[in-house]
């Protein structure tokens, strides 16, 4: 299924590479969140505290930011099939570290299965680039909606197989799975031309030109951060409210939750039609309202089944709504040099994603639930002013 043609740009994609994409995209983020539902468990076995151990959640964020950061851009420089597969060869050896790790060790492995993580990042800016006009929205909605759902569905996998033969054989799994998607590369994935000529360095130092050249990324990709970091921080904690009263609930429970919040997912497919209709503003504007009104839920709501239910389902939604029109609108502003435009989005979300993170332990630490719905809610206010401000 290989080909050595030379895609061009805008001249379309095969829906079944984009299929395989979608998976492993999904495959891949995966890596980032399996750690959340099993945080009790990874507590329970190594002796670390509740903040310690959601340092691992944490470290993970850190090391993808940086990893698209310093991985992305070379789409652009070099053969994205070899980039590719050197990041799934790394994640294969930090997984099976992270399977059979102390906790120092499992810390340091969970950082550098963060940086070579990238590869949806790598998948979306190429599906962008190389799909014709009229079904770039629709294609990378489809990508996007196989990473969310890997998202999502990373943590039912991991709650339930933590749960029935422990954390450790998650990471075990998750390791055979990379191997896997490393052969479907070497036989799907085309050659595609090089955009950039130059070294490394001129490359890097290109990403601050075109952040001065289109101010409009850094609203875009500030404002995504910030809710994404409130999304982040509601499933960083999940796994230790839902062990306290009135739910004293496993690993698996959070699976399940996370299961719920697939339904999110799955409206990024289709959301791209709507950004068309009616705008990347407008979108963005309503999934911000839906993660606001989600957090207003699960603080109301919190003793009861139904309210973190709905609140999960609505915040995901509220989330890939976010996620899709902020990110294709980046992409846009610079075509030819999609992966470098993605770098900035990326970055600048993850970075939120880690700071939404950490705030919501800390927060919850000192002041359980009702902390971490504060740090939520404040994550989300701040990108509405952000917005505001921006548009001065």
Known sequence: MQSDKCLKPNEGIPSSLVALLAVMAGVSVANLYYCQ???????????????QVNLMPVFTQIGYALGLLFIIPMGDLYNRRSTILICFGVLFFSLLTIAFSNSVTMLIAS?????????????????SQFSRKEEKERKVGLVLSGLLVGILGSRVASGYVGDIFGWRTMYGIAAGLIAISAVIVMKTFPYVEPTFNGRFIKLMSSIFRLVKENPKAVTYSVRSGLIFGSLLGMWACMAFRMKEAPFFQGSDMVGLLGLCGIAGALTASNAGKYITRYGVEKVNAC????????????????????????????????????????????????????????????????????????????MWVKFGWYGTVFAGLSMVIASILFTLLRRR
Do not use: H
């Open 111 to 127: 950082f550098i299965t963060g940086v070579f993580s990238v590869a949806p990042q790598i998948f979306i800016p190429f599906v």
């Open 287 to 362: 999934g911000v309202s839906l993660v606001l009104l989600a957090w207003i839920i699960m603080g109301l709501f919190q003793n009861y089944y139904v309210g973190i239910i709905a609140g999960v389902i609505i915040i995901d939604i509220g989330m890939q709504c976010v996620q899709l029109s902020n990110q294709s609108a980046t992409m846009k502003l610079c075509p030819q040099a999609s992966s470098r435009m993605n770098t900035i989005y990326m970055v600048t979300y993850f970075i939120g994603g880690s700071f939404g993170t950490f705030l919501a332990g800390t």
């Open 37 to 51: 539902p099993l945080l009790n468990l990874i507590r329970e076995d190594t002796g670390l505290t509740e903040f």
